[in-house]
């Protein structure tokens, strides 16, 4: 009985795992450059005191969903997009590099050129940063940073710095609790001239809120489920006791 009442009881909980999963998918379905996570449940074998005679169910999320985004028109000259495979390289809050597909671009009051999310974009040698005042900013395809100052003429334009772009492969990933992905490895992904941009141009989430949705209710329906199992097993171990005291 308690095996029944155990395998019910893991399941609901990774139930409710699986729909957090599934939640936040749906919560960054508008968030530009997000990335699903997908799920996934095994089963998992519980060592203890005597023998293993428990298995459990266990949720997982072995990886993330690396298609790309829709790509939306802007017009915006500090909007980028990534064409094709391939990351933007930005310095996480620990200092580290990290890599995104967030591209909507902007530049602080220092002249540091972060993303939408406040983290500064990395250029060949550490965070890029713009000579301010300046008047326009433009990004090549193959990530050259090129500013006009404020007050020059209209064919002045000066290169400052190269965005990094890598692209070690998306099997190498790992996203962290930023949200931001890192190699596996834990080293730097080297520039990988290969790599194309799109400018005034942003890529959307690859969340699709249908499938999401159908999987929050499909998640949903096994969670009672398994709340009804647990409810049998109750109830059979009342009816055995029944027996046990009639006997």
């Known amino acids: 009985m308690d095996k029944l009442l155990y395998v019910a009881m893991s399941g609901a909980k990774q139930n409710m795992n699986s729909l957090a999963v599934s939640a936040n998918n749906l919560a960054n379905a508008n968030t530009d450059g997000f990335k699903s996570s997908l799920a ?15 298995v459990f169910s266990m949720t997982e999320t072995p990886s993330a969903n690396f298609a790309s985004g829709p790509i939306k028109t802007t017009g915006r000259d500090l909007d980028i997009a990534v064409k094709g495979d391939g990351w ?68 002045v334009i000066e290169e400052v710095a190269r965005i990094k772009l890598v692209n070690p492969g998306n099997q190498n990933l790992m996203r962290g609790e930023d949200g931001l992905f890192r190699l596996m490895s834990g080293e730097n992904a080297p520039a990988d001239p290969s790599v194309g941009l799109l400018s005034g141009a942003v890529e959307g989430s690859n969340v699709n809120a249908v499938h999401e949705m159908v999987s929050m209710i499909d998640l949903q329906r096994q969670f009672e489920m398994q709340v009804k199992m647990m409810k049998t097993a109750e109830e059979n171990d009342r009816a055995s006791s029944s027996l046990m005291r009639i006997s």
């Open 88 to 155: 933007i390289a930005v310095q996480a809050e620990n200092g580290g590099e990290a890599y995104t597909r967030s591209g909507s671009l902007r530049f602080d009051n220092s002249g540091v050129l972060r993303n939408d999310k406040g983290t500064a974009v990395m250029g060949d040698n550490g965070p890029i940063v713009l000579p301010l005042p300046i008047e326009k900013v433009e990004i090549s395809q193959d990530g050259i940073v090129s500013v006009r100052p404020s007050g020059a003429t209209a064919e």
């Open 40 to 54: 996934q449940a095994r089963s998992m074998q519980a060592f203890g005191e005597g023998l293993p005679t428990r």
